[in-house]
């Protein structure tokens, strides 16, 4: 009952705050026409920027992988209840076989999956191979996306998660969608996590100039307007 009723005010909360938000979306379109129709994709932004496309993903009936921890049984009710199919585990913590299994059978079969590469836990900004392994093995695009908005406050987590103020200028950018050899090894997979890493802290940098350029940097409390890295 907890978990229902907090989740459900989280819900109200991030659906009023959303609707409010002067929201730009940049390259979603060109994004999607470079992905073949029928064929499943991943999009990948930071563990601590997810406010926004949760609930601008809402209802669309996309995938993501939520942790087994008692923080994640909040998340995963938060995000059933944006109308997200979810499994339950990572690609690189307790649960992880299973996990990707599920997820590289489902993806293969046209589904989305909205994935943050640095979670559950973090390093922050550090992609965990098991993000590229899933790409390989299922022969998916990865899609990254940068987010940002101002004025925001940013939590004192350590995936310094990211909560629009209301009326706050946002931005949702989209970058192009990297292609995950299938033979690659573990070298060739560290590769690929630094230019999934790169391109994201590229597209957020976009993102950060987008609304700083357009938006006074007024303070709220606990609010930060440093350049995101």
Request: net charge positive; aromatic share 6%.
């Amino acid at each position: 009952m907890k978990v229902r009723v907090i989740t459900w005010l989280v819900s109200v909360v991030a659906r009023a705050i959303v609707c409010s938000l002067r929201l730009t979306v940049i390259g979603e379109d060109q994004a999607v026409a470079n992905v073949p129709a029928g064929e499943g994709v991943i999009l990948a932004t930071w563990h601590g920027r997810t406010f926004i496309p949760i609930t601008r993903f809402r209802g669309r009936g996309y995938w993501s992988m939520i942790s087994t921890s008692k923080d994640g049984e909040y998340q995963n009710r938060l995000f059933e209840r944006f109308g997200f199919h979810t499994v339950r585990g990572s690609t690189s913590a307790r649960g992880a076989v299973a996990c990707a299994l599920t997820m590289a059978k489902q993806l293969r079969n046209g589904a989305v999956l909205a994935h943050t590469p640095d979670g559950p836990r973090g390093p922050l900004h550090v992609v965990h191979q098991g993000a590229i392994f899933l790409a390989q093995k299922s022969g998916v695009p990865i899609v990254p996306a940068g987010i940002s908005a101002n004025p925001r406050l940013l939590l004192s987590t350590w995936d310094q998660y990211l909560i629009p103020a209301p009326f706050a200028r946002a931005a949702l950018i989209f970058g192009d969608p990297i292609r995950v050899p299938k033979d690659l090894d573990e070298n060739g997979r560290a590769i690929y996590a630094e230019r999934l890493r790169q391109a994201i802290i590229d597209l957020e940098a976009q993102a950060e100039s987008h609304v700083c350029r357009l938006a006074p940097t007024n303070r709220v409390s606990g609010t930060s307007h440093e350049p995101l890295v």
